[in-house]
């Protein structure tokens, strides 16, 4: 019987799809752009890395230079930058996940005990401008303020200090960026953590008031509980970019005075690949770090749908 029933569902099955693309042509037309450019942008360009099993030469061309197996990756582990750029680049990003995830948690319970609405929708429209201005521009800003002639050194210089080149100085950079990322970011992630506190049941604080609980005791008994699923959710989601520190920044901040401490993978690829004409070399770093980012989102979205139920697929 089921032999006999499987041809009709096979059947139904393509007048549905049948239907479905008669009924939403148009939808498809629209999405067929956008389909194609990820295809040319963000899937052909992935033939190139076969660059990272090759000695790449520009003028032999992908098919005329040799294979090389896996050398340009035993490299990787025999230079002590790679191994100093995989070292800063999970300090900086460790960093800027633990920090990205406390204190937008801190500022959303903090907004979320403002009762004025203007002051409150004031204090998040401030704190999330940040998020809309390019690393350009904030790198800008930093150079400015941090710089010999700045707004800082200038203060220095008032109590007879003498000024400090911030941007220069190795010690200093790691927690420069790890700041300034944060100042920029976290005002999204407040968003997204008051959104969940919004979704807690009103009847839960009344109920919390009538028996006596301040509102501390609120906070720590119903809104953190209420908003838990979501803190596990983010901080899953971010194990995926445990490599990824930040290229636009870093680029924009770092000097060769700072590579001890702020060059990242990404960095390194680019000066490796385009500056140096390491192209296979910087293929391959870059091939490796995209494997250990690929291994990681897929274990955070399991760790998330285990956790908390949350999926995309």
């Known amino acids: 019987m089921k032999k006999k029933n499987q041809p009709v569902k ?43 099993f090759q000695n790449y030469k520009p003028w032999l061309g992908i098919t005329g230079s040799e294979f090389v197996g896996m050398e340009n990756f035993r490299q990787i582990f025999a230079f002590k930058e790679s191994y100093q750029a995989i070292i800063n680049t999970l300090v900086i990003a460790v960093s800027k996940i633990i920090l990205g995830l406390i204190v937008p948690i801190i500022m959303a319970l903090l907004l979320n005990e403002v009762k004025h609405v203007g002051l409150k929708k004031g204090i ?59 100042w920029k970011g976290f005002g999204f992630g407040m968003i997204v953590y008051l959104a969940a506190i919004s979704n807690i049941d009103q009847s839960l604080y009344e109920a919390a008031e009538m028996d006596g609980a301040n509102r501390w005791q609120q906070t720590m008994y119903i809104t953190l509980p209420g908003i838990m699923p979501m803190i596990i959710v983010m901080a899953t989601l971010s194990l995926g970019n445990v490599l990824n520190a930040g290229f636009d920044q870093i680029f924009n901040l770092y000097s060769p005075l700072t590579y001890s401490t702020g060059d990242i993978i990404d960095t390194y690829v680019y000066r490796q690949s385009l500056v140096n004409g390491q192209y296979s070399f910087g293929t391959a770093v870059g091939l490796f770090k995209s494997g250990i980012g690929l291994i990681l989102t897929v274990i955070s979205y399991r760790i998330a749908y285990k956790v908390a139920g949350y999926r995309i697929f």
Request: hydrophobic letters at 55%; a neutral charge.
């Open 124 to 182: 998040q429209t401030l704190v999330y401008l940040p998020h809309f201005l390019s690393w350009v521009t904030v790198a800008g800003m930093l150079r400015d303020i941090l710089g010999l002639d700045g707004i800082v050194n200038g203060v220095l210089k008032s109590f007879g200090m003498d000024p400090v080149f911030f941007l220069g100085e190795a010690g200093m950079f790691r927690q420069i960026a790890v700041i300034s990322d944060l």
């Open 10 to 52: 096979n059947v139904i099955a393509k007048k549905t799809w049948k239907q479905e693309v008669q009924h939403n042509w148009p939808l498809y037309v629209l999405l067929l752009p956008s389909f194609v450019l990820a295809i040319i942008f963000c899937y052909v360009p992935m033939g190139g890395l076969v660059m990272a």
